[in-house]
């Protein structure tokens, strides 16, 4: 049978656009010889649609798409993700579904069996799980219908699964010979390896093919990146879907071609490519064409501008130097050479004359105090000032660019730098955004050099450096990952090494920092555990690793 996999980007609630997206990809697949035609997970109302789905007319519209897909399929089968209505009572009103479209109408529907509900999922706040699984027929073959997750609980995978259930293995016994697999897993670092392992796992295992159409693209905080897959049923990979773009992938399990090698592109290209998207989508499913950035002549506000010229074009960035008395000559060429190296439009607005306008506004009130981190916020704050200014005015989505490092510690200013409307490296440790540059820098300069090598600095006061307030990024980098992202106690990190002051200092940094990461503005997720709809902290709280 030959199949086709649609590798699509969906825009959470456009039912118009997902509708005929889905269509033009079932035509030009069926065109090419498609016997059955997959496409991935709630992809006609886009995901994740979290609260929206608990509205009416939201699901009234999904239903109404799926049927009208219905009636655009002929004798070449569609399998598409929705969102239908429950009718078994006690239950929550709604499943994840696939409809098996038919010659015009749903022959066949199934519900997702396994509802993740961690880190960024929450599946089981919306919808009551599928009770019950059996294969379908369709040309000789018994076909396994699965959606995401429940085709990740192999018992021999993981060394601890989240379910009693195995979908996959009851699809099996009920005398399924083909996985096929429905798919909205989103990305982070790793991610495409991880999952493609656990699929060839399956699939040699369980001894018949398993194919997946996987979604691509940006969705708020969420990276989706195809990377769709077939592999037969000795576990050998048929067919790979490029990652980070829309594809059609074609796949014949009657003649397959020779095992592909997956062969991934270094570590900062992926991350490259997945911040690029994101940046991407947020843009346009928000309606903009247009971002700015402030651009300080450091490391951090350098990576994001790339990064952004790469995804929307250079004549639709603007890079913004907003000096201060503090600001150096060289950090200012360094901003001007990189607009130039990037081709984007770059102004220079001092924020000088307004500091000390507001400087002047406070001197009575604060009088006899000494000058310190207020007076160096107000630079930052007033940066933010313009930086709204010009959105308002011209209409161009802010960047903020404030790294994890940063994030996680508070080494940044609320209402200053952090003012935006999107984090793009919010998820990017600083030690990784030094790689990320030397990699884009790979042919030639494109990031200044002086800006790799300069001690990093907020230039807020004279002869500022981050390490002033900060352990080396080395250092304060190991301790994030360790304590953030895999939740490792102060305890175990001093056994491992780590100074005890220093990790006390860190921790403490991290907890009271809760508070302005609540008013950051959504970061691109790249990591396994980010700030943001996957950690859920308290704000008001007290607790303390103790070291």
Avoid at 87 to 105: D, I, Q, T, V
Avoid at 172 to 179: E, R
Avoid at 201 to 213: G, H, I, L, N, S
Wanted: glycine content about 6%.
């Amino acid at each position: 049978m030959k199949l086709a996999l649609l590798q699509l980007d969906a825009t959470v609630g456009d039912f118009p656009a997902n509708t005929r997206a889905l269509i033009d990809a079932y035509h030009h697949a069926c065109a090419q010889g498609a016997e059955l035609v997959v496409a991935p997970e709630l992809f006609l109302c886009g995901y994740p649609p979290r609260d929206l789905i608990q509205r009416p007319d939201f699901v009234a519209r999904n239903l109404i798409a799926l049927n009208d897909v219905a009636v655009a399929t002929g004798a070449v089968p569609l399998c598409v993700g929705y969102v239908d209505h429950n009718s078994k009572r006690p239950g929550k009103p709604l499943l994840n579904a696939a409809a098996f479209l038919h010659e015009g109408r749903i022959a066949h529907r199934v519900a997702k069996t396994l509802l993740p509900t961690y880190d960024v999922f929450d599946e089981d706040r919306y919808f009551e799980p599928g009770d019950s699984v059996a294969p379908l027929e369709f040309k000789g073959h018994k076909i396994a219908l699965t959606i995401c997750e429940d085709i990740w609980n192999d018992e021999d995978f993981w060394p601890e699964r989240r379910y009693r259930r195995d979908p996959v293995k009851e699809l099996i016994a009920a005398g399924a010979n083909l996985v096929v697999n429905l798919s909205a897993s989103p990305w982070h670092r790793g991610k495409e390896k991880t999952r493609l392992e656990m699929l060839r796992k399956v699939a040699r295992d369980e001894r018949v093919p398993v194919v997946q159409a996987n979604a691509v693209g940006g969705n708020d905080e969420l990276i989706f990146d195809g990377h769709s897959v077939a592999i037969d049923a000795h576990g050998d990979v048929i067919a790979l879907a490029p990652g980070f773009r829309e594809e059609i992938l074609m796949v014949d399990l009657d003649a397959p071609a020779p095992p592909v090698l997956a062969e991934w592109p270094q570590d900062e290209e992926l991350l490259f490519d997945a911040l690029c998207l994101g940046v991407r989508d947020y843009v346009r499913k928000c309606g903009f064409k247009s971002v700015a950035l402030g651009l300080s002549g450091g490391i951090d506000s350098a990576l994001v501008a790339v990064i952004a010229a790469h995804a929307l074009g250079p004549d639709h960035v603007l890079g913004v130097a907003m000096p201060s008395q503090y600001s150096s000559q060289h950090s200012l060429d360094d901003a001007a050479a990189l607009a130039s190296h990037l081709g984007i439009r770059y102004e220079v607005i001092p924020v000088e004359p307004a500091v000390a306008a507001v400087n002047a506004q406070l001197a009575g009130i604060f009088a006899g105090t000494t000058p310190g981190v207020t007076e160096e916020n107000i630079q930052s704050r007033l940066r933010g000032v313009i930086m709204m200014a010009i959105s308002n005015k011209f209409n161009p989505l802010i960047l903020t660019t404030g790294n994890k490092s940063e994030m996680a510690v508070g080494y940044c200013t609320l209402y200053g730098d952090m003012c935006g409307a999107l984090a793009v490296i919010a998820d990017v440790l600083k030690t990784e955004v030094y790689a990320l540059a030397r990699w884009i820098n790979r042919e030639r300069e494109i990031i200044p050099a002086s800006s790799l090598i300069k001690p990093p600095s907020a230039e807020l006061r004279p002869n500022q450096t981050d390490q002033d307030s900060l352990p080396p990024y080395e250092v304060l980098d190991a301790i994030l990952k360790l304590y953030v992202v895999d939740e490792v106690s102060a305890e175990e990190l001093v056994k491992r090494g780590f100074n005890a002051e220093i990790v006390r200092d860190v921790i403490n940094k991290i907890t009271f920092s809760e508070y302005k990461r609540r008013q950051a503005a959504p970061g691109l997720k790249v990591s396994p555990r980010a700030f943001g709809m996957g950690r859920r902290i308290p704000v008001a709280q007290r607790y303390k690793s103790q070291a």
